[in-house]
């Protein structure tokens, strides 16, 4: 059974920094594209960022381009999300997710596999 596995969360001031991780177990990442997103307590859920495993390609969010960075280990079967210049708009639970369409897409329903959420609470 597939799952996605994200680690990472937790408190942070504002102007701080986390890195998140996430690790698949039962799934190579190759022929996947993996998405980060994110939701906010009466939030909808939202994309936040993404990564065609092979090539590297990557797409962003408006609100978090220049500040947030995805990337993936392809040793390690593991997709990152560093996140500097934490502000406290930033607080959600923070999601992984695989998708099998081959390109990066923002839509949560085109996703296939999704990790458990880990918690980023950013502090003013």
């Known amino acids: 059974q597939v799952q996605l596995v994200e680690s990472g969360g937790g408190l942070v001031q504002a102007g701080g920094s986390l890195r998140l991780s996430c690790a698949a177990s039962?799934?190579?990442?190759?022929?996947?594209?993996m998405g980060w997103f994110r939701q906010a307590p009466g939030k909808e859920r939202e994309f936040v960022a993404g990564i065609r495993w092979s090539a590297g390609t990557t797409v962003y969010a408006d609100s978090v381009k220049g500040r947030f960075t995805i990337s993936r280990d392809i040793a390690k079967n593991t997709v990152y999300l560093q996140m500097n210049s934490l502000n406290p708009e930033d607080t959600a639970v923070y999601y992984c997710a695989a998708s099998k369409v081959p390109a990066i897409i923002r839509a949560p329903s085109r996703y296939d596999y999704w990790g458990q959420g880990t918690q980023v609470t950013v502090s003013s």
């Open positions: 039962e799934l190579t990442f190759s022929s996947y594209t």
